[in-house]
């Protein structure tokens, strides 16, 4: 919760320089009466930091669908947006208007294969990340453009790791530090 303060703090300061002063001291009056609700607010709003990260997962198989949702659902600034036994229900679902930040893909399903569907999903999608029982080296092959890659069976270790990492290496806010 500390490193949330301080990086309200900072981005409160550089509303100071940068703003005129009407927008600054509105959220300092709110402050100090205690409503919270507006500090929110202006977090997601005025100074861009996400109360959430969406996730789409797409897996033919229920199973590795369950354990990825009961994952995001461990990780408090994750959100399930949905999640998809048939990739063309995703290819109808997820519309252009929608921004995914994290796509899970099955590799082997019925119908179509992942790296094919995020080809479709790529421009709705922050990144791709390629849940398989398949090697690394082999989806490489297949398809480079994806930005990780978590084995089955995947463990909560894993899949935490790796979203700290794209978070970490893409500078993104998290609303707490602890919580991966």
């Given at each position: 919760m500390a490193n949330l303060y301080?990086?309200?703090?900072?981005?409160?300061?550089?509303?100071l320089i940068n703003m005129p002063i009407t927008t600054v001291l509105l959220p300092f009056l709110c402050l100090a009466i205690g409503i919270e609700v507006y500090i929110v607010k202006l977090c997601t709003a005025y100074l861009n930091l996400p109360m959430y990260y969406s996730c789409a997962i797409v897996d033919d198989e229920q199973h590795a669908i369950d354990v990825l949702h009961d994952y995001i659902e461990g990780i408090r600034f994750?959100?399930?947006?949905?999640?998809?036994?048939?990739?063309?229900?995703?290819?109808k679902t997820i519309s252009a208007g929608d921004k995914i930040d994290f796509l899970f893909l099955d590799i082997d399903m019925d119908g179509m294969?992942?790296?094919?569907?995020?080809?479709?999903?790529?421009?709705?999608?922050?990144?791709v990340i390629y849940a398989s029982?398949?090697?690394?080296?082999?989806?490489?092959n297949i398809d480079s453009s994806f930005e990780c890659y978590l084995g089955k069976p995947i463990s909560m270790k894993r899949f935490a790791g790796?979203?700290?990492?794209?978070?970490r290496l893409n500078?993104?806010?998290?609303?707490?530090?602890?919580?991966?």
């Open positions: 301080h990086e309200i703090k900072c981005k409160l300061i550089y509303c994750l959100k399930l947006f949905s999640a998809f036994n048939n990739p063309f229900d995703a290819l294969k992942g790296t094919e569907l995020s080809q479709h999903l790529r421009s709705k999608a922050r990144f029982a398949h090697l690394e080296n082999e989806v490489r790796t979203i700290d990492k794209l978070i500078n993104l806010p998290i609303k707490n530090e602890n919580s991966l």
